[in-house]
DNA sequence: CAGGCGTGGAC
DNA sequence: TGTCCAAGCCT
């Protein structure tokens, strides 16, 4: 579809289109804890939560921290560590900053009561074109469009629309759509109804085109070319990293350092990292001796390396793919150095926001169960 | 704008 | 094991 064709629906068509999808959805949506009301704070947390992660993992997580932090207040005024801690485990952890970061602004520069029009809510920290729809359509009644992955599959499909969706500018034109059949009385229901079809019947994989409800609107059905959409160019696959992993420990317990705050794993805790290409070969005791002088060792510093068998731990993200090997040594408590790294005795370690990857090196090394 | 940023599930 | 995917945002 070109920018210069006229729009392919009636306007009959139309309205027939959002009967019968939201008809649908009203015999059909699935019972979620964040569809108990809608309450912006609840939206918030909830859509911030099902960025680029499932249902079905957001779940526990969206109970918990709402039971942690009921309301915006409670998360402006928590410490940010138990912040990061109740996100532990979902990824992106950036958004459990910017989520916290958009409380504080709530309370700050809107008394605590949220700005109600996408516009205004896109100036909210971690806040987005789709996440500011979401909340405006759902909490306030804005005829907004909410474009995630689910909008931008189902639309493509509708229309057989061309366009690249992995290309930013992409963007305004299922935005131009889908201002058009957006149902106006209800925008917030029909969004998650398109949300709710993306997920089932026109899922990215194994679709059930045919007995979608809307299949008689569905244009790549009817030309037997579901699977042509939606149009996205693919990511290029994980760089493979080697690590070396620093498992020192002392009668104080466990070296951890937190990682920058900007960053993969951005406020976490992990053990200190080698990249293995800054090394000539295998880590010799002398090299063991460098990096810990770097947390505050003294020249002195006796370390003793043990358990040199563990096999190596891999972990894929979604751009590197890291193999560390472990290192585990034992020294004398010294103090540390300026880094921002501290002694964590065992009983401590559940009580830090630890990485996945960082939980699978202790599983390893048997200090972690499961 | 392109690329960085996690994790777990499906196949 | 590899590959792709899932309710995006920030820089």
């Known amino acids: ?30 019972d979620l804890p964040w569809r108990r009301d809608h309450k912006p704070y609840h939206v ?6 099902l ?4 249902v079905q993992t ?10 942690q932090f009921p309301t915006v207040q409670a998360l402006a005024d928590a410490p940010q560590a138990q912040v990061m801690k109740a996100w532990e485990g979902l990824g992106y952890y950036s958004r459990a900053r910017h989520l916290q970061e958009a409380a504080q602004q709530v309370v700050r520069d809107y008394a605590g009561n949220f700005p109600t029009t996408a516009v205004e809510l896109q100036t909210l920290q971690g806040i987005g074109p789709y996440t500011a729809g979401a909340i405006a359509s759902i909490a306030f009644n804005e005829v907004a469009p909410a474009i995630d992955g689910n909008a931008f599959r189902v639309f493509a499909r509708l229309f057989c629309i061309e366009d690249d969706i992995a290309k930013p500018q992409t963007r305004a034109v299922f935005d131009c759509v889908i201002r058009r059949v957006i149902d106006p009385a209800r925008p917030g229901d029909f969004n998650q109804a398109i949300m709710d079809l ?5 899922r990215a994989s194994d679709p059930d085109a045919e007995h979608s409800p809307v299949a008689a609107f569905d244009a790549s059905f009817q030309s037997g070319r579901v699977l042509d959409f939606p149009v996205k160019t693919k990511k290029p696959r994980p760089v493979p990293i080697a690590y070396l992993a620093l498992a020192i ?5 466990w070296l951890f350092m937190q990682r920058p705050q900007t960053g993969m794993l951005g406020d976490l805790w992990m053990f200190p990292l080698i990249a293995e290409d800054e090394l000539e070969e295998t880590l010799a005791p002398a090299r063991l ?3 810990a002088q770097q947390f505050g060792a003294e020249a002195g510093t006796t370390l003793t390396l043990s358990d040199p068998g563990l096999r190596p731990v891999t972990h894929t993200f979604t751009h590197q793919k890291w193999t560390m090997t472990i ?7 010294f103090s540390l150095a300026t880094l921002p790294a501290r002694w964590v005795p065992e009983p401590e370690l559940a009580s830090l926001a630890l990485p996945t990857v960082q939980k699978k090196l202790l599983r390893r090394m048997q200090l972690l169960k499961e």
């Not at 957001?58 to 039971?67: D, G, K, S």
């Open 44 to 49: 918030l947390v909830s859509e911030t939560m």
């Open 249 to 253: 420990h002392s009668p104080a317990g």
């Open 51 to 54: 960025q680029q992660t499932q």
């Open 327 to 333: 290192v585990q040594a034992e020294t004398d408590e």
């Open 289 to 291: 001796q460098e990096a």
């Open 198 to 202: 993306g997920s089932t019947y026109m």
């Open 1 to 30: 579809m070109t920018e210069t064709a006229p729009f392919p629906w009636s306007d009959k068509k139309i309205a027939a289109f959002r009967e019968t999808l939201l008809t649908w959805y009203d015999q059909n949506k699935r």
């Open 58 to 67: 957001v779940i526990p997580y969206y109970e918990a921290f709402l039971t």
